[in-house]
């Protein structure tokens, strides 16, 4: 009866005709990633494809400002080219201005006094047309187009579908009044000398259309920040005659707009790595740094090639100084009243630029600008915002971070709005290795720090960082999108793959292959296991898509002696949820040492794992990870000695 039994239940299982055990969902940390399939556009090697492609935007774009009523008027043409296999009916084009609208969802999600609020302001664009242009021959027809505003995006009706490889050319006209706080992205601040102005997010902006999601059309709440198509920028600002004006690009007309002895000095800053003065604190606001006409107003005029955005600030009361790097031109601008730490603004802002270029990617464009105001800390192309009361370590932080995202995302042109992480994280990492060589610290104090990490996901309050970054606690932002992914990266290079040079050649490549392009999670998981010839979906999984937390433990020490010596038999055991390479240190009854690399590997079939090695004496005692490079969350365990 037993043996039919087993008969009749065997003939009831599934049929597998390999004769192998039936599957079962396989829930190991070791599990394969499961990313997109791979396809002639982005490849399983995390390359771009030979089919890949991405929309282009150029804009012209001539604008005044009007410092009576605060107020930006101006005339954009976009030209638009539809690289992408679709045929496409209308555009989406971002209106990040209407945040500042009374009714809009962000005014809704963020309290008037937060950060990324608007403080009470009620502004937003005012559109007064939109239209296509026809050229035939040398003539251009205008044709008005129909528009659909949905809170932060405009829809526009194209009048004939635009095919593949197509083109298309809007002009439009708009106005809106400048924040007095603008999210801290942008906004104005009264000084004694008069208004300062950082101007961002200052005119309609096409919407990437890309292989992933087609049109991108994420609301603009505050805190996620933007995604955007790149091309070639020439930008025309209209501002009073005392106005100095610092923006995105090349200055096209410096002899309508300086005077000769401003343009002598820059000619010098630029092959100088020191600082020099284009106008010092004494000449500030004096008749002669402008000059001589008899109009009231001057128009700056700035090209720029191959850049995601244009930001600019103007005052009559900058402090104006340079020097240069490798052909850059690199300027601060700054208010009297400044923290006086704002003299060395120039010189953080070099050593940044020299050194992300000698050791990642070289800084690829003409100029890399500081300008201190009212905004905290904010990037754009060439042209970077930090408060005008930072100072000492905190002015050289905010100024290495800021000009940092020159790599990421303006070189690196990720999707900030849905991955705060792969601008705000990547650059954080960056910022490690450049404040430790401007200080000469051995260690990063904080940002990399996995024992401050430890402590703080021990708390059970991280989140994933991948998350989209509207979705992130506010409060947690800082740790989830920032400081998360940079401890994580300095950990892998550091410590669990240890060959900095691999890291570097295989990050280094990242940034090469997408270049100017618009990559994914996927994308940088898969060059970065490309380059390092490493399978990482235990540590991807673990730290970006998860809350994972790394515990490592000593559980006991056994030992067993026979003909061939002392055998040691160390019990240890992961309760964690993420995996670790461990550092051993074993210690031995005659007062030697010894320190032993285990694999990570070594958890693959479970969190139990009994280490055994000859050893010359007697342990007394066996301790993990000793240097603390690991952020384990409970270090009470990471240690065994002998009864």
């Known amino acids: 009866m037993l043996a039919l ?227 070639d920028f020439d930008v025309s600002i209209t501002v009073p005659r005392s106005f100095i004006v610092a923006a995105t690009g090349t200055l096209a007309n410096p002899a309508v707009v300086l005077t000769a002895s401003q343009r002598a000095r820059l000619a010098r800053a630029v092959r100088s790595d020191t600082t020099v003065a284009i106008i010092a604190k004494t000449e500030v606001g004096q008749p002669s740094s402008r000059p001589a006409g008899s109009g009231t107003t001057l128009t700056w005029h700035f090209t720029a090639r191959n850049v995601r955005d244009v930001a600019w600030a103007a005052s009559a009361t900058f402090v104006w100084n340079a020097s240069g790097y490798d052909g850059v031109l690199i300027q601060s601008f700054y208010p009297p009243e400044a923290n006086p730490d704002w003299a060395r603004s120039t010189e953080y802002a070099r050593h940044t630029i020299k050194h992300y270029s000698e050791k990642w990617y070289r800084y690829p464009y003409p100029t890399a600008i500081n300008v201190a105001g009212p905004v905290g800390g904010m990037e754009y192309p060439m042209i970077v915002f930090c408060g005008d009361r930072a100072g000492d370590r905190g002015l050289f932080g905010v100024t290495t971070h800021e000009l940092g995202h020159e790599w990421f995302p303006m070189i690196v042109g990720s999707n900030e709005r849905l991955y705060a992480w792969m601008d705000e994280g990547f650059n954080t990492f960056i910022n490690i290795y450049s404040t430790l060589a401007f200080y000469h610290d051995s260690a990063p104090r904080d940002r990399g720090n996995a024992i401050q990490w430890a402590r703080f996901a021990a708390t059970g309050q991280d989140e994933p960082p991948m998350l989209a970054a509207d979705r992130i606690t506010p409060r947690l932002l800082g740790q989830v999108a920032y400081n998360k992914p940079a401890t994580g990266l300095y950990l892998l290079r550091e410590h669990i793959v240890v060959d900095t040079t691999r890291f570097d050649t295989a990050f280094r490549a990242y940034i090469q292959r997408w270049a100017y392009k618009h990559p994914t999670p996927a994308d940088f998981f898969r060059s970065m296991e490309d380059g390092l010839g490493e399978d990482l979906s235990w540590f991807w999984r673990g730290w970006f898509y998860r809350s994972d937390v790394v515990d490592l433990a000593v559980d006991s020490v056994a030992t067993r002696t026979d003909s061939s010596g002392i055998m040691a038999l160390v019990l240890l055991s992961s309760p964690g949820e993420l995996p670790m390479p461990v550092d051993l240190r074993l210690t031995y009854a005659n007062g030697a040492t010894e320190d032993v690399r285990l694999p990570v590997e070594i958890w693959f079939q479970g969190n139990h794992y009994v280490y055994v090695r000859k050893v010359p004496a007697a342990v007394v005692k066996a301790e993990i990870d000793p240097a603390q490079n690991f952020p384990d969350v409970r270090r009470g365990n990471n240690v065994w000695t002998k009864p």
């Open 5 to 231: 039994s087993l008969v009749l239940v065997a003939l009831q299982q599934p049929v597998n005709p390999q004769g192998l055990p039936a599957q079962v969902a396989d829930t190991s940390p070791f599990r394969r990633l499961n990313l997109p399939t791979p396809t002639m556009i982005r490849e399983g090697s995390g390359r771009p494809g030979p089919r890949y492609w991405q929309q282009r935007a150029d804009y012209t774009i001539r604008a005044s400002l009007d410092t009576a009523t605060h107020t930006i008027a101006g005339v954009e043409t976009i030209r638009y080219a539809n690289n992408s296999p679709d045929t496409l009916g209308y555009l989406w084009l971002q209106l990040d201005q209407n945040i500042y609208k009374a009714n809009s969802r962000g005014a809704l999600l963020n309290p008037t006094d937060a950060r990324f609020a608007g403080r009470g302001f009620e502004g937003g664009y005012t559109i007064e047309y939109v239209r296509v242009v026809r050229r035939i021959e040398k003539a251009a027809g205008r044709t008005p187009l129909a528009t659909a505003t949905n809170g932060t995006v405009m829809r526009v009706e194209l009048d004939r579908p635009l095919p593949p490889g197509g083109r298309a050319e809007l002009e439009l006209a708009y106005r809106f009044e400048v924040p007095e706080h603008g999210s801290d992205r942008m906004g104005r601040e009264q000084f004694p000398g008069g208004w300062l102005y950082e101007i961002a997010e200052w005119y309609p902006r096409m919407a990437v259309y890309d292989d992933v999601r087609g049109w991108n059309t994420e609301q603009y709440l505050g805190q996620g920040e933007f995604y955007l198509e790149y091309g």
